[in-house]
């Protein structure tokens, strides 16, 4: 059983920064982890994935070079480094953990048993 609690999100003006935090209680080693992001009316977008093990990092293209994920394996916590945000990123950010990657590398919520946190809204004013 795993559960996650997200924190860090808020109001940003476009060209600013943002750090979301997400803490994870339960076993998640060897597990894909990572961000997904939903703005209303739009498809819930995978942002980036990342294994807890240690692997490779896969960003989607919209964010790459402007978003970073991190771990604080000790404590448990997994960071989303936000800069340069843009109007675009507005959108309600999910924290997942999940047993698989899809074939872009970012975390396959469909099979196996995933987790979801609550999800932190970020809004970026032009």
């Known amino acids: 059983q795993v559960q996650l609690v997200e924190s860090g999100g808020g109001s940003v003006q476009a060209g600013g920064a943002l750090r979301l935090s997400c803490v994870a209680s339960?076993?998640?080693?060897?597990?894909?982890m990572g961000w997904f992001r939903q703005a209303p009316g739009k498809e819930r977008e995978g942002v980036v994935g990342?294994?807890?093990?240690?692997?490779?990092?896969y960003y989607a293209d919209s964010v790459k070079g402007r978003f970073t994920i991190s771990q604080e394996n000790a404590k448990n916590i997994l960071y989303l480094q936000m800069s340069s945000l843009k109007p675009e990123d507005t959108a309600m950010y999910y924290c997942?953990?999940?047993?698989?990657?899809?074939?872009?590398?970012?975390?396959?919520?469909?099979?196996?048993?995933?987790?979801w946190g609550q999800g932190t809204q970020v809004t970026v004013s032009s």
């Open positions: 997942t953990a999940s047993p698989y990657r899809d074939s872009g590398g970012l975390c396959d919520t469909t099979k196996g048993r995933s987790y």
């Open positions: 339960g076993n998640t080693y060897n597990y894909c």
């Open positions: 990342i294994y807890t093990g240690g692997g490779t990092t």
